[in-house]
């Protein structure tokens, strides 16, 4: 599948089949996320990769909308150093390598959606993770219990138009 | 070009060829930048698309390292909602939005590289961008000047292996 027609027909998954995700696959959305880009290319984040089933469903009441981390095969919980003066671009590079995984994992055929962790401390108390570092999001990943969602065109409307948002030259 | 190839292959380029993008180009670039995901899809940003000469040479002196915009065929300023109580969420759209349009521009055997704007109201009022809307974040985009780096083997080192970011179930 090329870059252009897997932003294209991406969209969030947030119902997943029940079956497990090759070793592989799982390696090759980490190793997505390790290769994006970062401010100095100072690669900031860490990656808590959970398949376990009841660490999910704990991982799931850390957030309003994070229910689906609980059917997920695989969530990743993305870290960053607690470093508020730079806080604004740790979570710029976050996005880009949420964005690499998530269209990694789109390719493979494997479905992905992304959750706010409303409630950090406790995402940290069950992951472990060092007062340090910040974990404010988390990815489900999953074949699509509907695999039909997988090659259905994108839903019309769901983007504004190019002419909303691009200014040529100036505003 | 997979997705894959695509993550794996793609670096920044920072020296481009004194040679325009053809308009199907730039338009297949701000459209994957528009096809982003975004939180609650509220697809927040705005894109300044800037060809033109003198405009680049002013914005490449709103940041200490983005002097590559002078260079450029296209500039691409993102533009979000100056909302300091969601500005990380915000940050972290614009780094989905800059992750599909550098993906998408690689597979165009377009380079690109990210530049931090750091007089931000320099590069508003070079932009005409209204006062409600932050500016920190511009790309760069051409052909690079040394086509060779599009597909030369990634540098080695660039990265932390996967064993220093990755966590199995807990930290």
Redesign the interface.
């Known amino acids: 599948?090329?870059?252009?027609e897997?932003?294209?027909a991406?969209r969030?998954i947030r119902q997943f089949a029940d079956k497990s995700l090759p070793d592989d696959a799982i390696?090759?959305i980490?190793?997505?996320g390790?290769?994006?880009?970062s401010?100095k290319?100072t690669?900031p984040?860490?990656?808590?990769?959970?398949?376990?089933k009841d660490?999910l469903a704990r991982l799931s009441q850390t957030g309003d909308f994070a229910s689906h981390l609980a059917g997920a095969a695989l969530g990743v919980v993305l870290?960053a150093p607690d470093e508020p003066e730079r806080?604004?671009?740790l979570?710029?590079?976050?996005?880009?390598a949420?964005?690499?995984m998530?269209?990694?994992a789109?390719?493979l055929g494997i479905g992905s959606v992304?959750a706010?962790i409303y409630h950090p401390d406790q995402a940290r108390a069950?992951?472990?993770?060092?007062d340090d570092y910040r974990c404010?999001?988390a990815l489900s990943f999953g074949y699509p219990a509907n695999a039909s969602l997988m090659s259905d065109s994108p839903r019309p409307g769901?983007?504004?138009?190019?002419d909303e948002?691009?200014?040529?030259?100036?505003?």
């Open positions: 599948m090329d870059v252009l897997a932003i294209r991406k969030a390696r090759a980490l190793n997505a390790r290769r994006a880009q401010s290319n690669q984040w860490q990656f808590v990769a959970v398949t376990e660490v870290a806080h604004d671009w979570m710029f590079d976050l996005g880009q949420a964005s690499y998530q269209l990694a789109w390719e992304i706010t069950i992951l472990s993770v060092p404010d999001v769901g983007r504004k138009s190019l948002m691009v200014h040529t030259n100036h505003w």
